[in-house]
């Protein structure tokens, strides 16, 4: 495999967007971090390369291209709209070291409010066709769904801020509802602040960027957590229901409807994916074989807050997915500055079809 390989491979599939009534953007490859810090938090250190410009002040090297075709679009953009780009992008791989932290992507992003169910059909058949010769297994799931049941949890709107920020961890998520449901005891390090007095009364000299003021405030909360009634263990469990849903389509649909009779908060979410899998049906995707699951996206899609589907090589467990995307009608939100738009798309790593293909040779 060689870089013009897959500029070629990048430019063909770019141009099928293009003949689909997309438009060709461009994005910079240095962008302000500031945006991108203020949605996913000092996390992205992690995972980007961050430096420093004596003008522009911290910059980043260009993680995707959904928050710049956003911020376009979101600035500029008529609608509806349509948009496919290609280029390089740049992560850091400490979990991953073998694999490149510069590779390229082609992109596909729809921004419609008429018919958000039509649109997530549009976007996942689209790339279906597309990959269709490289024998890729599909998968789908809903982040909305498990959204709106912790939105509809009997409990205080700090530990739902607490479960919304963890969704796409886990594990994490996984010991929060524990420890709400006083299924584990709370951590021993928090133990000596929980008690009476003045939590700071004895310390030491400061140390650390923290101020005493946000030091008691961050105890205040703790302390009132701790006060917060135990999370029915009714509502943990049928969150384990939900989130073990891992069917086809239309099986799941059922499974998720059953569950809604006893979380109702999760009815509308759970009518949408029946919208959309009416939309699919109709774009001709067979949804009684479609693999659906409930976690699917969890652990790699952050900004995806409904829809999400995902592209793998069989035989290749230790390859990232070939293709990915979702809605994430938040994020035009958090970048619209008081304007949003639902908006979906995904993206397609021309490399491993490149590999795919010379692997079949």
């Avoid at 509809?152 to 709107?157: F, I, R, Y």
């Avoid at 994490?172 to 009476?196: D, H, I, K, N, Q």
Wanted: charged residues 25%; contains cysteine.
């Amino acid at each position: 495999m060689t870089l013009a390989d897959i500029k070629d491979k990048a430019a063909a599939l770019k141009a099928r967007f293009v003949e689909s009534g997309a438009v060709s953007v461009d994005c910079p490859v240095l962008l302000p971090a500031e945006a991108l810090l203020d949605l996913y938090g000092e996390d992205i250190r992690t995972r980007a390369f961050l430096t420093h410009d004596p003008v522009r002040g911290e910059v980043i090297l260009r993680p995707d291209f959904t928050v710049p075709v956003v911020q376009k679009h979101m600035a500029e953009g008529a609608e509806p709209a349509r948009y496919t780009y290609a280029g390089e992008i740049f992560r850091r791989q400490e979990e991953h070291p073998e694999r490149p932290s510069e590779y390229h992507q082609v992109g596909y992003e729809v921004f419609d409010r008429a018919d958000p169910a039509g649109a997530d059909a549009e976007v996942f058949a689209r790339f279906a066709d597309l990959l269709a010769p490289h024998g890729l297994r599909a998968v789908v799931g809903d982040i909305g769904i498990l959204i709106a049941a912790v939105h509809g949890l009997d409990t205080s709107a700090a530990r739902k801020a607490a479960l919304m920020r963890h969704i796409w961890r886990p594990r994490r998520f996984r010991a929060l509802l524990e420890r709400y449901a006083g299924r584990s005891p709370v951590p021993p390090s928090r133990t000596a602040l929980l008690g009476a007095g003045a939590p700071l009364a004895q310390a030491g000299p400061m140390i650390g960027l923290r101020g005493e003021d946000e030091i008691e405030d961050r105890v205040t909360a703790l302390r009132a957590d701790a006060a917060e009634p135990r999370l029915a263990g009714e509502q943990v469990d049928l969150l384990d229901s939900l989130v073990r849903v891992s069917e086809t389509c239309s099986n799941a649909l059922e499974q998720l409807r059953d569950i809604a009779v006893d979380m109702p908060a999760i009815g509308s979410a759970v009518d949408r994916l029946a919208a959309r899998c009416d939309a699919l049906s109709s774009r001709g995707v067979d949804v009684d074989s479609l693999p659906f699951d409930a976690n699917f996206g969890r652990t790699s899609m952050e900004y995806y807050d409904g829809f999400v589907f995902g592209f793998s090589a069989p035989g290749r467990p230790d390859w990232p997915l070939v293709a990915s995307g979702g809605r994430y009608d938040a994020l035009t939100r958090q970048l619209g500055q008081g304007r949003e738009i639902p908006a979906v798309g995904g993206v397609i790593r021309p490399g491993l079809l490149v590999d795919l293909k010379e692997a079949s040779a």
